[in-house]
């Protein structure tokens, strides 16, 4: 075969799986009592008898003739009957025997043709347009800083001028300082537009940037080309019936994305149909349809894509999954845990509900291998009981491969980031408000089931780095990823922006830890951290990472006993004190504040103390601390109106530490006395 002939094998086999799988999507429409648009079915089959013709494809040809024939039927009776369906997917399937897929078109994901340069992808006008905008835009704002640069020319033209001014006879000092003021002003505004220019610049760069991300987005629908003829296959050749419905809103992915998401999605379909999906025999006696239902849901979600495989068969076995735990070795979740923990197992390589083994499931295998293939495109994975009885798997992963969004966190001095998908959100964790959680640091928070205590796992320690414990607020990263929830705990948040990924293998050598690296804005080469394996290291060394205290413990509080008789002195020293994070005690005269001093227990680091009391005044108290060698340590301070010189120096006589007179009384004057004593 010629170049030429390849090239347009090719092109017809992607132009075939884009009408085949239009096809069979309005054909399950049609099957789930649904209204497909005929003429949009009759134009595909047209236009594929033509696209075989001109690729000399006449088997197809004829198929395709065959089957605007049925699509003509259709709109006469105005309805497809069960035998016309049964026909038509039956042509479908004829016509994909019949292609030569293997030669026409390469496999992408394969390692081969991953990097081929002539492999060939359809553009939609809609992204080809929106690039070509995006560029025209980013030649335009170009343009504008060229323009500026001639304006630089034009300022230096000026500049020279002066200069020839300032040597120029009968030049003044006037005229010169006006050509400088316009010129400094002329330049302020260069300056200014200067800047403007850089940021334009810099969107439509990013503009174009994500225009030519969007060239590589496929329909995320493709993933179900082929899937409903093999559900019908797969379940007759176990003595079932079933049938696909695929849901979907129009969302996009990476191409390469959608090829690496194909066996994951094939083995959980086979796992439906194996496990799920019950024999006609047992489904009718059920109050079941005999033929059971497959419902792939394909949306997007926050940036990134949902896959979710529901069938309507018998459902989950938690006491089934038990036993098969237990036959493995693992350690069976608590029932307080809920069911999302019991029936993450099923994840676990060998854990298999089956009785016995077949082509399709029961070895306990199939699961452990989808869980792995979408942790390594850093997404997640989830079973559960689905709306209509049976079992739901959904798969969350980014809509790219090669740039996500990343938050930029700090941890143990250096910087790293994780993909935002992973993020749940943020949580300030206020050290006070801190708990346990069997031995371990947690926080309560407030979560899709209610508020619960979350563990609380530091990043540096995670990494084997050495951070120092946190004695106020921090940022905590909540994540929720399979049956694992904790709440990790990093030095300090620095951004959000999409990143484009690199190869760790590059600059670092425990990769198994990275998903990849990326280059900042500054140049500085960043490690994006997988979260996966960050949570594989905390389950292999629980102990080790959770040795390190994650809080400083409270430094104590200074204490200030506050002795005086007026309510009004003592409330406004408390307030200001208090303002200022001392801990006071108050005394209303010299008896009750020796008594509060000779408290057992007492800690008391300063006293403030009013000079003019009933009972035992001030000189009389300072005298009885300064003589009582328990007390006899603690600095006292003098408050008072009386301000001559006699009262002042008997205050000190008697060891006070220093002296305020109320008459000069400031907020300020107190606090730095107060500072320098204690």
Avoid: W
Avoid at 160 to 179: K, L, M, Q, W
Avoid at 286 to 306: F, M, N, V
Avoid at 318 to 341: S, T, Y
Avoid at 588 to 609: K, M, N, S
């Amino acid at each position: 075969m010629d170049e030429l002939a390849r090239e347009l094998a090719r092109v017809f086999a992607a132009e075939l799986a884009e009408h085949v799988a239009a096809l069979r999507a309005g054909f399950a429409l049609a099957g789930a009592g649904g209204v497909p648009d005929l003429r949009d079915l009759f134009r595909r089959a047209h236009s594929l008898k033509g696209a075989a013709r001109a690729a000399d494809e006449a088997e197809i040809e004829g198929f395709a003739h065959a089957l605007e024939a049925q699509l003509e039927q259709a709109e006469a009776q105005g309805r497809f009957g069960a035998t016309m369906l049964a026909d038509v997917r039956g042509l479908i399937d004829a016509i994909e025997d019949a292609a030569d897929t293997d030669e026409a078109v390469p496999v992408i994901g394969d390692d081969e043709t991953e990097d081929r340069s002539d492999d060939l992808i359809r553009v939609t006008v809609r992204h080809l347009d929106a690039l070509t905008g995006s560029l025209r835009a980013l030649r335009e704002e170009l343009d504008f800083r060229a323009a500026i640069a001639g304006n630089l020319r034009g300022t230096r033209d000026s500049l020279d001028e002066i200069r020839r001014a300032c040597s120029a006879p009968g030049a003044t000092t006037g005229d010169i300082a006006g050509r400088l003021s316009r010129l400094h002003i002329s330049m302020l505004e260069l300056a200014t537009r200067r800047i403007e220019a850089d940021d334009r610049v810099q969107r439509a760069a990013a503009a174009v940037d994500e225009d030519a991300e969007r060239i590589l987005l496929v329909p995320a629908a493709s993933l179900a080309t082929g899937l409903d003829r093999t559900v019908r296959d797969l379940a007759e050749e176990i003595g079932k019936s079933a049938h696909l419905i695929v849901e979907e809103d129009g969302a996009e992915a990476d191409r390469r994305l959608i090829q690496r998401l194909r066996d994951p999605l094939m083995q959980i379909v086979r796992n439906a149909i194996g496990h799920g999906i019950e024999p006609p025999a047992v489904r009718l006696r059920a109050g079941k349809e005999a033929q059971g239902t497959i419902r792939l849901g394909i949306h997007a979600s926050r940036g990134g894509l949902t896959i979710a495989v529901e069938d309507d068969g018998a459902g989950l076995d938690p006491a089934a999954i038990r036993a098969a735990a237990v036959r493995r070795g693992l350690a069976v979740p608590d029932p307080a845990a809920g069911e999302r923990a019991l029936f993450g197992l099923l994840f676990e390589h060998g854990v298999s509900t089956s009785k016995e083994a077949d082509h399709l499931s029961g070895r306990g295998v199939g699961l452990a291998v989808v869980a792995d293939a979408v942790r390594r495109l850093n997404g997640s994975v989830r079973l559960s009981r689905g709306r209509f009885g049976g079992t739901q798997i959904e798969i969350a992963v980014p809509s790219t491969i090669t740039r996500r969004a990343v938050l930029l966190v700090e941890a143990g001095g250096q910087r790293f980031a994780l993909p935002t998908s992973v993020v749940s959100r943020l949580v300030r964790l206020d050290p006070v408000s801190a708990t346990s959680l069997e031995g371990q640091p947690a926080y309560e928070v407030d979560l899709a089931d209610g508020p619960r205590k979350v563990p609380i796992v530091t990043l540096a320690s995670l990494l084997g780095l050495a951070a120092a414990p946190v004695s106020h607020a921090a940022p905590a990263l909540l994540i929720e990823r399979d049956d694992t929830t904790l709440l990790l705990l990093v030095d300090a948040l620095s951004d959000v922006r999409p990143l484009v990924f690199g190869d760790p293998a590059q600059v670092a050598a425990d990769t198994l830890m990275l998903l990849g690296t990326a280059m900042d804005t500054d140049g500085a080469v960043v490690l994006v951290l997988s979260i996966d394996a960050l949570l594989g290291r905390m389950r292999r060394h629980p102990i080790g990472i959770a040795a390190a205290p994650l809080f400083a413990e409270p430094a104590r509080r200074r204490t200030v006993l506050v002795v005086d008789d007026s309510i009004t002195t003592r409330t406004l020293e408390r307030g200001i004190l208090e303002g200022h994070g001392y801990r006071v005690l108050l005394s209303v005269d010299g008896i009750d504040g020796l008594e509060r001093l000779r408290t057992p227990g007492a800690e008391i680091d300063l006293i403030v103390a009013d000079v003019e009391m009933p009972r035992l005044d001030g000189f009389g108290l300072l005298a009885a601390i300064r003589n009582d060698p328990t007390l006899a340590r603690i600095p006292v301070i003098m408050m008072t109106s009386r301000d001559s010189p006699d009262d002042i120096q008997r205050g000190l006589d008697l060891g006070a530490d220093a002296y305020v007179t109320k008459q000069s009384f400031e907020q300020g004057e107190l606090l730095a006395t107060v500072r320098r004593l204690v």
